[in-house]
C-alpha cells in the first residue's frame, strides 16, 4: 500500500527565515509525485509535479526536489502569503490514477 | 475560467435523510474523484470515474454512491447519512489524455455535517 509522510505537522517562521518541508514516500513504482497547497477553506492548488529521482522544479520561492524515498519543499526568504498548508501526493504505476495524500504541513510566516 | 465547481458549499443534515452533493467540471475531463478530508488522516479517496458511465470504489467507499452519465458531472450521493460522514469533501478532476501526469484540479470543497 502507498504511504505518504509529511513532516513536520506545522511550522512557523518569521518572514525572510528560509526552511524545507520533507515529504517521505513508499510507492509500489512512483509514476509522479505532486505538491499542493492549500489555503483555508479552499480546494488544493496545485504547485509541481516531479517524476524522477533529482528532478528539480521551481516557482517563485519555492523549489521543489525528489530523491527514492523523499521529497523536499524548499521555500527561501518566505512572505506571510506563503502561509497555507502543503500537501505532498503519489501516484503509482499501479493502480487507478488514485493520488495517495500526506497529512500536509501547516506553515505559517510571521510578518 | 476552467474550475471544478461543487454545491453546496456547507450542508447541515439528519441521519439518515438522503442528500446528493453535485460537482460539474468545464475543462472536459476524463478523470473525476471524490475525497473527503478529515484531521489526521488526510485526503482519502472515496470513489473515482475514469470515464463516462465508468466509476469504481475508491479507499472508503462504504455509505456513499456515485454515477456518472455525463462528462463533466460526477455527483456524490449519501442514501442515509450517519454522523461519521461529517467531513470536509472535495471533488477533483484531471485528464488522461494529456500526456504526462496531469495535475488534478479541485472544487472548493463541501462541509457535511450529519447530526
Known amino acids: 500500500e502507498d504511504q505518504v509522510t509529511q513532516s513536520p505537522e506545522a511550522l512557523r517562521l518569521q518572514e525572510g527565515e528560509s526552511s524545507s518541508l520533507n515529504c517521505s514516500y513508499t510507492?509500489?513504482?512512483?509514476?509522479?509525485l505532486f505538491w499542493y497547497r492549500q489555503d483555508p477553506g479552499k480546494g488544493p492548488e496545485f504547485l509541481f509535479t516531479?517524476?524522477?529521482a533529482g528532478e528539480e522544479k521551481e516557482k517563485e520561492r519555492l523549489k521543489a526536489t525528489l530523491t527514492k524515498k523523499e521529497s523536499f519543499l524548499h521555500i527561501t526568504a518566505p512572505k506571510p502569503e506563503d502561509s497555507a498548508t502543503y500537501l505532498c501526493?503519489?501516484?503509482?504505476?499501479?493502480?487507478?490514477?488514485?493520488?495517495?495524500f500526506g497529512t500536509g504541513t501547516r506553515l505559517t510566516i510571521i510578518p | 475560467e476552467a474550475q471544478v465547481t461543487q454545491n453546496p458549499r456547507y450542508l447541515i443534515t439528519v441521519t439518515g435523510k438522503k442528500l446528493t452533493v453535485t460537482c460539474s467540471q468545464n475543462?472536459?475531463?476524463?478523470?473525476m474523484s471524490w475525497y473527503r478530508q478529515d484531521p489526521g488522516l488526510g485526503l482519502r479517496q472515496i470513489y473515482y470515474?475514469?470515464?463516462?458511465?465508468?466509476?469504481d470504489k475508491g479507499d472508503v467507499p462504504e455509505g456513499y454512491k456515485v454515477s456518472r452519465k455525463e462528462k463533466r458531472n460526477f455527483p456524490l450521493i449519501l442514501e442515509s447519512p450517519s454522523p461519521n460522514q461529517t467531513s470536509l469533501y472535495f471533488c477533483?478532476?484531471?485528464?488522461?489524455?494529456?500526456?504526462?501526469?496531469?495535475?488534478?484540479?479541485f472544487g472548493n470543497g463541501t462541509r457535511l455535517t450529519v447530526t
Open positions: 470515474s475514469m470515464n463516462v458511465e465508468v466509476t
Open positions: 510507492v509500489s513504482g512512483l509514476r509522479g
Open positions: 477533483a478532476s484531471s485528464s488522461l489524455s494529456a500526456g504526462k501526469e496531469s495535475p488534478l484540479h
Open positions: 501526493a503519489v501516484i503509482s504505476n499501479f493502480g487507478n490514477e488514485k493520488l495517495t
Open positions: 475543462m472536459n475531463h476524463e478523470y
Open positions: 516531479l517524476y524522477s
